[in-house]
């Protein structure tokens, strides 16, 4: 799905990426949607719903990388009193979709859950998933804060960053994600008429006819 | 505020272990849990970003020639391009950063990323043919020993030649040059069946 607009990740730079309407080379567009095959139907040619199709029917992860995965998502985005968790939002399904339409994430994801497993097994005799909550949080303290993490943990640092972006942008472009960041897009103005009080004022009204065919909204 | 998706949130890392939060303290850059998943919320729309784009002046010595030594894949020769900035291109990316400067404090911003640009490397002015669309080389002019088509994009050497694509500019406009190809083909097609009614152009 390479197309659309051009897309600039948004870092602490964050550039105007819309403004761009001058050719830049060397940059990729993307522009990924999760859902059923339904749900992509809009706005694709034949040929962009068949690869979308393919790309949501197909499997990467194996079973204990997607529970590794699923565990992850839940420890970056747990639910709160706002919205529900990274799981509840489908992000490990996200992400199985996301690796399959960028390859480049395959290996340092795969690699970077072994490692983390690698880690698990030498600290408490087993893989992330199998171990407490308390000993999941103590690993993922190691990893999660670049700034002050161990050298030799650079590569959980690494990895755990693609986790928290790709969780991240999951979860926040779900419809769970979308509600709870209050992403509002266009919507039309609505006029209800002249407002009552100014009725009022020059002791007017509408006609309740016309009130009914033209002044109705949906919503 | 951009529609959530693929990107949201990237390198939040770079972003939340800079800046006070809602409670107004800095915290450790990264994490995960409640706290980072409301780091999302407060920043989300809190970034605001500016590029600019200015007009590269016309100079005769940034010009193009054929390579003498380089062909592409099917054996063509390639173009070398010499271009260099001029100090008006300089000062204009000097002068748009000064006002991205007094925009963003002029609305209580920060300034997060871009500051650092200096005369050290032209204000941020990008390599010439970095951000670029290709026009220019046939260029229009009055003078045949000095341009190569005349303002009705028609060739001085040879009336029967007209370039009605973006060769003809002489400049590196800062605006998309559509609009002004079509108009400026739109004029050569006028000064065309003119011509060729009046039987100068066969």
């Known amino acids: ?213 033209y002044v109705k909204y949906d919503t | 505020m951009r529609m959530p998706g693929y990107g949201f949130g990237f390198g939040i890392q770079n972003l939340n272990g800079k800046f006070p939060g809602r409670n107004g303290e800095k915290k450790e850059a990264g994490g995960y849990g409640a706290s980072l998943k409301d780091d999302y919320r407060y920043f989300y729309g809190a970034t605001f970003g500016l590029a600019g784009r200015g007009e590269a002046i016309a100079r005769e010595d940034n010009y193009c020639e054929i390579d003498p030594t380089t062909v592409d894949k099917y054996g063509i020769p390639v173009l070398r391009f010499h271009y260099k900035w001029s100090d008006h291109e300089i000062k204009q990316a000097r002068h748009m950063k000064e006002t991205f400067k007094e925009i963003i404090h002029a609305m209580g911003g920060e300034i997060t990323y871009g500051a650092e640009d200096g005369p050290e490397n032209n204000y941020g002015l990008e390599t010439p043919g970095r951000i670029i669309h290709e026009v220019g080389t046939t260029r229009m002019g009055n003078d045949p020993k000095r341009s190569v088509v005349n303002s009705y994009n028609q060739a001085h050497d040879c009336k029967n030649v007209f370039v009605v694509d973006g060769g003809p500019f002489v400049s590196q406009a800062d605006k998309n040059p559509t609009w002004t190809i079509l108009a400026l083909s739109m004029r050569a097609s006028e000064y065309m069946i003119d011509q060729i009614k009046k039987q100068n152009i066969t």
């Open chain 1, 1 to 213: 799905m390479d197309r659309r607009e051009y897309l600039k990740t948004l870092t602490a730079g964050t550039l105007g990426a819309g403004l761009l309407f001058q050719c830049q080379p060397e940059k990729k567009d993307t522009n990924v949607t999760s859902g059923t095959p339904n749900e992509l139907s809009y706005d694709r040619t034949p040929e962009e719903l068949k690869r979308d199709s393919e790309l949501i029917a197909g499997r990467f992860f194996n079973d204990h990388e997607m529970k590794t995965i699923a565990t992850l998502a839940d420890i970056i985005i747990p639910a709160d009193e706002k919205s529900g968790s990274a799981t509840d939002a489908g992000v490990p399904d996200f992400i199985n979709f996301i690796v399959l339409d960028m390859p480049h994430y395959q290996t340092p994801i795969r690699g970077g859950i072994r490692w983390l497993d690698l880690q698990c097994m030498r600290r408490f005799n087993a893989d992330f998933v199998s171990c407490t909550h308390e000993q999941q949080i103590e690993m993922v303290d190691e990893i999660a804060w670049p700034e002050k993490a161990r050298p030799e943990m650079q590569q959980g640092v690494a990895f755990f960053n693609i986790m928290r972006d790709l969780t991240a942008c999951g979860f926040f472009s779900s419809q769970m994600g979308i509600e709870d960041i209050g992403y509002m897009g266009n919507r039309p103005n609505q006029w209800d008429g002249v407002p009552q009080d100014v009725l009022d004022q020059y002791g007017l009204s509408h006609d309740p006819r016309l009130l009914d065919l």
